[in-house]
């Protein structure tokens, strides 16, 4: 069973940066697995924010980028915004089947 | 413009089969490289990717799940149905489609809340 594996919670001070991480349980997290990033907030549905590792929505705030670091898929949050307070999802595809993280808890204070 | 609608049962019962269907517009599952999946969130809990239905009508389930699961398409109604088998109390859950164009996971619907209890 695969896993992928995410930061339960982290915090961060407003206008701080923070990372968020998304480690396979089969290795190093590469292009090929095409990670995408979301945001959920309580009562709302997932929203995508970032596809292919690093690509950007049209409504993706510049503040959010992906990358690959360190053998895992990461989302970065430049200039945290109170609004940012939400739980994030990575999602990983392996073949045609794909596998969703734990989720991170991100708090901003 | 891109939306999706979950629609099915707010309450079954245990051993009952489910049947949700995804209504979408502002593209179509015919066209090349288009996608739709189904995603569902236990309350409090995180997502869990069920499956995933493609324009050429290949089909993908997850491990755990797909002996329960079937995605089916209808281009011209713009719909794609899910069925799960056996339904328990565990798979009380909010269960979202989403649209997946070339690998992305643009559009997500509202969700709906299923609760699966005698």
């Known amino acids: 069973q695969t896993v992928v594996t995410q930061e339960p919670s982290l915090t961060v001070s407003p206008g701080g940066t923070v990372t968020l991480t998304c480690a396979s349980s089969?290795?190093?997290?590469?292009?090929?697995?095409?990670p995408n990033w979301f945001q959920q907030k309580p009562g709302q549905a997932p929203r995508a924010l970032i596809y292919?590792?690093?690509n950007k929505h049209s409504w993706t705030p510049a503040r959010f980028s992906g990358s690959l670091l360190g053998g895992k898929a990461a989302l970065t949050l430049s200039g945290v915004q109170p609004e940012d307070e939400a739980e994030y999802y990575c999602?990983?595809?392996?073949?045609?089947?794909?596998?969703f993280g734990g989720g991170t808890k991100l708090t901003v204070l | 413009q891109v939306t999706l609608r979950e629609s099915g049962p707010a309450l079954v019962k245990p051993t009952q089969t489910l049947t949700l269907t995804c209504t979408f517009s502002?593209?179509?599952?015919?066209?090349?490289?288009?996608?739709v999946s189904w995603i569902r969130q236990p309350p409090g809990k995180a997502l869990e990717w069920l499956a995933r239905?493609?324009?050429?009508?290949?089909?993908y389930y997850s491990t755990s799940l797909k002996t329960r699961l079937t995605i089916s398409k209808d281009t011209s109604k713009n719909q794609v149905v899910l069925t799960m088998t056996n339904m328990d109390p565990v798979d009380t859950a909010t269960y979202y489609c989403?649209?997946?164009?070339?690998?992305?996971?643009?559009?997500w619907g509202q969700g709906t809340l299923v609760t699966v209890s005698s």
């Open positions: 989403a649209r997946i164009r070339y690998g992305d996971y643009d559009y």
């Open positions: 502002g593209f179509s599952l015919s066209t090349s490289g288009m996608c």
């Open positions: 239905i493609d324009w050429d009508d290949d089909k």
């Open positions: 089969t290795g190093a997290v590469t292009s090929g697995y095409y």
């Open positions: 292919s590792t690093s």
């Open positions: 999602l990983l595809y392996y073949g045609g089947a794909v596998v």
